[in-house]
């Protein structure tokens, strides 16, 4: 196996392990919201969301007071 083939094989295990990190991580996000919203644990579960986010179902823009 020559270096070319060797680095290309490095680049894509690289982006694999980069988009299973990123599905995990999106699967860990996903997981901790529900029983902080069950748990009425507004202000953690608000912490989960990005700022200037839209919720799909309110269409209203996540702002958070600092």
Same mark, same amino acid.
């Not at 699967?27 to 902080?36: E, I, K, R, T, V």
């Given at each position: 196996m020559s270096r070319?083939? !060797?680095?290309a094989r490095?680049?894509? +295990?690289?982006?694999r392990l980069h988009a299973a990190e990123d599905q995990l991580a999106i699967?860990? !996000?996903?997981?901790?919201?529900?029983? +902080?919203v069950d748990s009425a644990s507004a202000e953690e579960a608000g912490k989960?969301?990005?700022e200037g986010a839209v919720t799909p179902?309110?269409?209203r823009k996540?702002?958070?007071n600092a």
């Open positions: 070319d083939d !060797l680095d490095i680049a894509a +295990l690289e982006s699967q860990n !996000l996903l997981m901790a919201y529900g029983p +902080l989960l969301w990005e179902s309110l269409c996540v702002a958070r």
